[in-house]
């Protein structure tokens, strides 16, 4: 009898530390990351959404085009245990308000101001495919700011591509010839969350118009970055190893990793992966 009541009291509390654990666990994963109640930012009259998580060194996270914050959501969590994660909407996408025209060293001059506006002495920088090729810039043109940097599926001009995908952007180019991808999967994400539902073509064309842009940055440009950079491909990925590996080359000191069976959603298809090497990377 003793034993059965013991077996019981001990199940019991089994069950209770499981539950505990399930729900802290799961807790943070429930939160709607690129919609948690965050704030706005005026730059040059223009209306920037951001969110932050945790204490410490702040760490900027800059998402891809015709995306938002939430392409960060499986990273946001782990990261923000050791560090000020502050994760923005870039002009034009997510909830921030449209611009007048976009390019890479456009997006680079909000960023630097965004830094200024909030006063942060240093950084760190996480940049994914479009938030990684402003982050080239960012990093040369503020040297005194950004400390260390991470890209993922970054290019320095359109020679990064896979064959035939500069063709197809152009092709794509006007909203009228959107691709079924693009109609049934990234606008009704962007309609979602952006203030200018009534005029997304704008933001559309100017993305197109930016990706099919020759150069993101000069090699000279690369060689003189003073930060401390990681660059980081999947093995799939949609910009061409020997690409990373030439910015590798010519960016002093810096790293290159190749993730293993992953295309260029690396933050969807491995967050642990990445997570792990970003940590590795930043805690040096």
């Known amino acids: 009898m003793k034993y059965r009541i013991f077996k019981r009291s001990f199940l019991i509390n089994w069950f209770w530390i499981l539950t505990l654990l399930f729900f802290g666990n799961s807790s943070y994963a429930q939160i709607n990351y690129g919609s948690n109640n965050g704030n706005y930012i005026t730059i040059k009259n223009v209306k920037i959404y951001y969110e932050e998580y945790g204490q410490g060194i702040p760490l900027i996270l800059l998402h891809g085009g015709f995306g938002s914050i939430s392409h960060f959501k499986n990273i946001i969590e782990p990261l923000s245990k050791k560090y000020r994660v502050i994760a923005m909407d870039s002009p034009g996408q997510g909830r921030s308000e449209q611009i007048d025209s976009m390019s890479y060293q456009i997006y680079a001059n909000y960023y630097a101001e965004f830094i200024d506006n909030l006063k942060l002495d240093s950084v760190y920088v996480l940049g994914w495919s ?28 359109t020679d990064g591509y896979q064959d035939g995908d500069l063709e197809m952007m152009k092709s794509h180019s006007d909203p009228k010839n959107i691709s079924d991808e693009v109609r049934t999967k990234w606008v009704p994400a962007f309609l979602s969350k952006t203030p200018n539902k009534d005029n997304w073509e704008k933001s559309y064309k100017q993305l197109y118009k930016m990706w099919v842009t020759k150069e993101v940055i000069s090699d000279a440009h690369l060689s003189n970055i003073k930060s401390k950079f990681l660059i980081v491909y999947g093995d799939k990925d949609s910009m061409k190893l020997e690409h990373g590996l ?16 992953t295309s260029h959603w690396v933050f969807k298809e491995k967050p642990d992966l990445i997570t792990g090497i970003i940590l590795n990377f930043l805690d040096k």
């Open 130 to 157: 479009d938030g990684g090729n402003a982050a080239f810039i960012l990093a040369y043109d503020r040297p005194d700011k950004v400390k260390k940097v991470i890209v993922s599926g970054a290019n320095s001009d």
């Open 246 to 261: 030439h910015i590798y080359k010519t960016i002093k000191e810096s790293e290159f990793c190749i993730l293993p069976n």
